[in-house]
């Protein structure tokens, strides 16, 4: 009997640490496993990063001052690159360069109170032509903001341009910053303004010789045309109210 039972008893003990190991390796294999699944979900992550990378055009990037814009040209019609109602009696005409630090400064000191008075209530409307003097960016886009304004976007492609606008000729106006400027803008058929502004380029080019035809040498340059003007007459102004008084006086 006594025999019998340190068979039984060895049994029993040899059983627990048969049990105890693979419990242990078990839990071996689990940690494997969790380790691996956690490796496998990091590849992941990191190949998506990578792809959405790749595919990023830069478009979604929020700018500076969108909402500012989007608050002071609520309402106001948009065709091509003048800002106002069409059948304004006065237009006033702006020869810019996007790139231009002069032009971003009248952007935003000067023609805000007029397109907050005059323009929006119908007395005037404003019209954009490019007058590139910068460097060689300066024309895709002055192209880029004539595409913006086929779709009804073009004051908001310029006025969103001008307030993220980098160092004249650092060559920050790149394709990226440039669709990123459009998707900001409101422009919605992003494939559509890409084809158009690669055939905008010779009207970019047709406004600058106007420009140096009329005797103009910087930007911004302004011109007046209204019912108590000769045609269009040339204008210097450096304050929204000299502007506004131009406007009462062409009116």
């Known amino acids: 009997m006594s025999n019998k039972r340190e068979r039984e008893k060895r049994r029993e003990q040899r059983l627990a640490e048969e049990s105890k190991a693979g419990s242990k390796d078990r839990r071996t294999r689990l940690l494997q496993l969790g380790a691996g699944a956690a490796f496998l979900a990091v590849v992941i992550v990191a190949v998506l990063i990578v792809l959405s990378g790749g595919s990023d055009d830069g478009g979604d990037t929020k700018l500076e001052g969108v909402d500012v ?3 002071e040209l609520a309402g106001i019609p948009e065709k091509g ?7 304004a009696p006065v237009e006033v005409i702006e020869w810019g360069d996007l790139q231009c630090p002069a032009c971003k400064a ?3 000191e000067i023609l805000p109170q007029v397109i907050e008075g005059q323009v929006a209530q119908g007395q005037a409307k404003i019209a954009f032509r490019n007058f590139t003097i910068i460097g060689p960016q300066s024309t895709p886009a002055g192209a880029a903001a004539l595409a913006a304004g086929e779709q009804g976007r073009g004051w908001h492609f310029i ?3 001008y307030k993220n606008q980098g160092v004249e000729n650092s060559e920050y106006a790149d394709d990226e910053f440039l669709t990123t400027i459009a998707k900001n803008a409101g422009v919605e058929d992003i494939a559509k303004w890409n084809k158009e502004r690669e055939t905008l380029t010779a009207e970019v080019e047709r406004t600058s010789e106007e420009a140096q035809q009329l005797g103009l040498s910087s930007t911004p340059s302004f011109a007046i045309k209204g019912p108590s003007t000769n045609g269009m007459e040339l204008i210097t102004i450096s304050s929204p109210e000299e502007l506004e008084s131009a406007i009462d006086a062409a009116s």
């Open 69 to 71: 814009v989007n608050e």
């Open 81 to 87: 690159l003048v800002l106002g109602d069409p059948k």
């Open 106 to 108: 009248y952007s935003e």
């Open 159 to 161: 006025d969103i341009f």
